[in-house]
């Protein structure tokens, strides 16, 4: 790539990422903070925490296909900015119902829904919105950027949320990721490249919702990439609630270690993420999601055969920085290539079915293995959890990617 094609010389890209780097950064702030003030200025019981938690989550089901459909409908960066801007109005209600006196769970779960429902329709438009800023040469460098700023976001997320709540408290908290959706409305409204206008579509959105499913599962190349992706969220939701309470409790880790940990791990999802691009440019992104399958499981192993102490921590938090590395190298090269080969109309409900698919899977494994933990111990359940990385390895490597 010559100096002239840098993305640090494109002024839309940087307004793209440097707001969605504030606007991730704010979230993952808010995913403590929510709880925090349902906690501590309404006392809700942990059923009543539990049930706020899935509110965020329902959404994604319920309308991700639908949201598909309507970013296909509609030019995407319109869609974001009002996402964004309706966030950050929903968001803010909290800190000012708390200075009235005035707030009550119900809001909090509505907010929870409302946030998580526009997150939905975001989603797939941020992911389809993309190809029509860059060209197609520099698609991975970009999706390896904006990979990047996920993991910095939660690096600088998690490690300053207490600091924000003990110093603002959690509504004010809350207040940080209203104003960082603000931000990021703001920034996508000062992109300058108009995006081209979809076809009008006469067809009702069923019809259509069938169309991107269809697409997604008889397509020979599409379908072995999001069946692979799939089964990786799959094993992650197996595996990530297990290793917590595998190593608190069985290897007598402090929540301070567990957390420097999973920071000190984090920065190599920033290094993945910065990484893809010249690593595709050499390997091409069928044989770059190959490699880095594998690597999910560098966590995994070393944690379930080292003992407690110093040295089995350096261990697991090495394997997990190379593992966050190959893991945000895989899912840029999978987003990317998904974006290459998609009909730019099918690009809303490719993106849309792949997260549904994804998003739905990951709690029914998370359960599964819960009860599996219950039977056989959580140090077998992790091992066995580990073991399912071979399906998305072995998806791949039987498609017709292996040869492209």
Not at 153 to 172: C, F, P, R
Not at 233 to 244: E, K, P, Q, R
Not at 347 to 364: E, K, V
Request: overall charge positive; glycine content about 10%.
């Amino acid at each position: 790539m010559t100096r002239g094609d840098s993305l640090w010389r494109r002024r839309d890209f940087m307004l793209l990422w440097g707001g969605q780097t504030i606007n991730m950064t704010g979230t993952q702030v808010s995913q403590l903070a929510v709880p925090l003030v349902a906690l501590s200025a309404l006392h809700a019981s942990a059923f009543q925490v539990s049930l706020l938690s899935a509110m965020g989550f329902v959404p994604y089901v319920l309308a991700g296909l639908p949201a598909g459909a309507l970013v296909d409908r509609f030019r995407r960066r319109p869609l974001m900015v009002w996402c964004s801007l309706f966030q950050g109005l929903v968001l803010g209600s909290v800190p000012v119902a708390i200075v009235f006196g005035d707030l009550t769970l119900w809001q909090l779960s509505v907010v929870a829904f409302v946030v998580a429902l526009l997150a939905a329709l975001f989603d797939p438009a941020y992911q389809s919105y993309l190809p029509s800023l860059l060209p197609a040469r520099q698609l991975v460098d970009g999706n390896g950027k904006l990979g990047a700023s996920f993991a910095f976001a939660t690096v600088v997320g998690q490690s300053t949320a207490g600091w924000l709540v003990a110093a603002l408290g959690a509504a004010g908290t809350i207040g940080v990721d209203a104003v960082s959706s603000v931000m990021s409305a703001l920034s996508l409204k000062l992109i300058a490249v108009r995006e081209p206008p979809p076809e009008p579509r006469g067809t009702r959105m069923r019809a259509e919702i069938g169309e991107g499913l269809r697409y997604v599962f008889r397509d020979r190349l599409m379908r072995p990439v999001v069946l692979a992706n799939t089964m990786v969220s799959a094993a992650i939701g197996a595996s990530w609630s297990l290793w917590v309470l595998y190593v608190v409790r069985d290897l007598h880790w402090s929540m301070t270690v567990a957390g420097l940990c999973q920071g000190v791990a984090a920065v190599g999802g920033v290094l993945g993420g910065l990484c893809t691009e010249p690593l595709a440019r050499r390997l091409g992104l069928p044989l770059l999601m190959l490699v880095t399958t594998p690597m999910y499981v560098l966590d995994l192993v070393p944690t379930v055969l080292v003992g407690p102490g110093l040295a089995g921590q350096i261990v697991v938090t090495v394997g997990y920085f190379v593992a966050l590395a190959g893991e945000f190298a895989y899912v840029n090269a999978n987003l990317s290539y998904r974006q290459l080969i998609c009909p730019p109309d099918l690009l809303g409900r490719m993106n849309a079915t792949t997260r549904w698919l994804s998003w739905g899977i990951r709690p029914l494994f998370t359960l599964i293995f819960g009860l599996i933990a219950t039977w056989i111990g959580v140090r077998a359940a992790l091992g066995l959890a580990a073991g399912l990385f071979a399906f998305p390895f072995a998806i791949l490597i039987a498609s017709p990617l292996r040869g492209r």
